[in-house]
């Protein structure tokens, strides 16, 4: 039979006050499990009626099998219908407590497993008890979960909160970066060799004059800035090491005047890319190894090492180092004076940029009025355009043997102690694009890694694609926004920078509606977020698509301008241009 009959048979049997009732509801199942018992099964007429039938379904392996009516059988049988004449446990299979006649004085659980309470003399006082015992464990529950309550007004102590997802981008820069101490500890005699051969740049070009401790005055020590190491381990496995000088102490008396560098316009780029691809120039890119080592200093400035950066520069040289090693305290010190510009002091970028643009200048090039990171010459009756970012350049000409010939004498100025990485062809990485002119009279800007990597940053709730980046809607606020929770206003903030970054390269066809969205980082709403999240989708459904530049006529340039005046919340307006060859 169903279990819901034998549940409701005994139910009633034990709970019901109606003898006769409850005595033809027993007939009735009872007659029930007869017409359910298989007809294989041969039974002794001896047998009570009511006794449990043994089914085919559960006996072990016979056809018929007879039942021993003086034997012994459980008293919940394979049916699940018990025997009214057993000695049946209280709490048997069907999960009810059989009444005796002694059961008022038996001790039960008054819960017991079918969940209905057994009413006795003491109940009443049993569910208070227990309900003091719930709550006090409740209380001492939530006690090891969130702390205890403290302070005048009973709370328990704020929840700390975790902010691990806000670090994701920094788990393969800073977090795999140690510091000196830390990184020898983990990375051993391979730390100690980065560290050497990144101190040995120091010695071979000339950076560092060691000085005796006792030959410098109180102040010189005081203004010493500290030489910092970070050990990384690259993911081919080799040991870098990277040093610096920490230059915070120079802000005290440095202007930005005096320490801002110019770099290249994205405009100016651009334009020579265009002026490349007409021309039909051949271009190359290359890099400055230790581009800020190349200048010379132009104040006085010592450096201190400390620890084990002092004992490992005497490796390097021990013969000049090792008696310039003394002790201040505990730790061994050694002081050195800089002869040439130093990564982390604040002007060394701007030494730089007047060193090699002193250099161009000296063999004939002009730099550009409007962008001084841009130089141009003229050789055998055709233009050479430099530019450059710190110390990755571009050069163009339509013969590569002029090309080669200027690469040589940077080389010669710059690359005595590591020459310079030289890359040529039709497609070249400059400043995270990529220029591809395998096309005639075009340029390609891509950022095809830049665009998946943004994509694979956006949350869950951005998936999809969209046809167009932005909506008519795009410049409506709400006047009851729903604001963005600090950890989501944040990752809104890390987005709208990187589209930033993208929009002004390789995908001008999202200007719009990043404008708009870099104007609300501060307080971003909800409707912020799903316009952002309109911009995902739009790269997504376009991820191949990149700036494509040509020029016509170079001689003739056409410019439209258009301006919205007040659109947006604060009253400002909203202009644009475009610009045509």
């Known amino acids: 039979p169903g279990q819901d009959e034998v549940s409701r048979f005994n139910t009633k049997k034990n709970y019901g006050t109606d003898d006769d009732n409850n005595s033809n509801e027993e007939d009735d199942d009872a007659s029930e499990q007869d017409e359910d018992v298989d007809s294989d099964v041969d039974v002794d007429s ?64 008054p819960v017991g497993t079918t969940g209905v309470p057994e009413q006795t003399a003491e109940s009443g006082n049993n569910d208070d008890d227990n309900s003091d015992d719930e709550e006090d464990d409740c209380e001492a529950a939530m006690d090891r979960r969130y702390g205890e309550r403290t302070g005048a007004y009973d709370l328990r102590p704020r929840k ?18 140690y510091n000196i101490k ?88 651009f334009l020579s890319c265009a002026i490349d691809a007409k021309e039909g120039r051949k271009v190359v890119t290359c890099d400055i190894p230790g581009a800020f080592m190349q200048a ?66 000296e063999q004939g090039f002009t730099l550009n009025p409007y962008d001084e990171c841009v130089a141009n010459k003229m050789i055998k009756g055709k233009q050479c355009t430099i530019l450059w970012h710190v110390d990755d350049l571009k050069l163009s000409h339509v013969s590569e043997a002029v090309l080669d010939a200027i690469i040589a004498n940077l080389n010669e100025r710059y690359g005595q102690v590591t020459p310079l990485t030289v890359s040529k062809g039709t497609e070249h990485d400059y400043l995270g694009m990529t220029l591809d002119y395998s096309v005639p009279g075009e340029v390609t800007i891509r950022m095809d890694d830049y665009v998946q990597e943004i994509l694979s940053e956006a949350p869950d709730d951005m998936s999809g694609t969209s046809a167009t980046p932005a909506g008519e ?39 719009t509606p990043v404008a708009f969205l870099t104007t609300r980082v501060t307080q971003p709403d909800v409707d912020d977020y799903k316009k952002l999240g309109r911009v995902i989708k739009y790269l997504r459904g376009t991820p191949d698509l990149a700036l494509t530049l ?29 610009m045509s060859l």
């Open 46 to 109: 001896d047998v009570d009626s009511n006794a449990p039938m043994v089914s085919d379904d559960h006996h072990d392996g016979s056809e018929n099998e007879d039942v021993d009516p003086d034997e012994d059988i459980d008293p919940i049988g394979t049916t699940g219908v018990p025997d009214p004449d057993e000695d049946i446990d209280p709490v048997g299979t069907t999960g009810v407590p059989e009444q005796t006649a002694e059961s008022g004085d038996e001790d039960v659980d």
């Open 160 to 177: 700390p909160r975790d902010y691990s997802h806000r670090h994701a981008d920094l788990e393969h820069t800073a977090f795999t970066q």
């Open 182 to 269: 830390k990184g020898l500890k983990i990375f051993g005699e391979a730390g100690a060799e980065a560290v050497v051969t990144e101190m040995k740049q120091l010695h071979d070009r000339g950076v560092i004059q060691p000085k005796l401790a006792n030959m410098l005055t109180r102040e010189e020590k005081r203004d010493s800035l500290r030489y910092l190491m970070f050990l990384k381990k690259k993911r081919c496995g080799r040991i870098k090491g990277r040093g610096c000088a920490d230059g915070r102490k120079q802000r005290v008396y440095k202007t930005k005047e005096e320490t801002s560098a110019p770099t290249v316009s994205i405009e100016s780029l």
């Open 296 to 361: 010379d200093i132009d104040e006085i400035i010592h450096v201190r090492l400390e620890g084990p950066l002092a004992k490992l520069l005497t490796k390097v040289d021990p013969e000049l180092y090792t008696k310039y090693l003394t002790k201040e305290g505990h730790k061994d010190v050694m002081y050195v004076k800089l002869a040439k510009a130093l990564y982390g002091t604040l002007q060394a970028a701007l030494l730089f940029w007047k060193d090699l643009s002193g250099h161009l200048i």
């Open 473 to 511: 809607h795009l410049f409506n606020v709400s006047n009851d926004p729903a604001h963005l929770n600090p950890e989501t206003a944040d990752l809104f903030h890390h987005l709208t920078a990187k589209l930033l970054f993208l929009c002004k390269r390789a995908r001008p066809d999202i200007q």
């Open 550 to 578: 040509e020029a016509d006529n170079t001689h003739i340039v056409k410019w439209w301008i258009d301006s919205s005046f007040g659109v947006h919340r604060d009253m400002r307006s909203h202009t644009g241009g475009t």
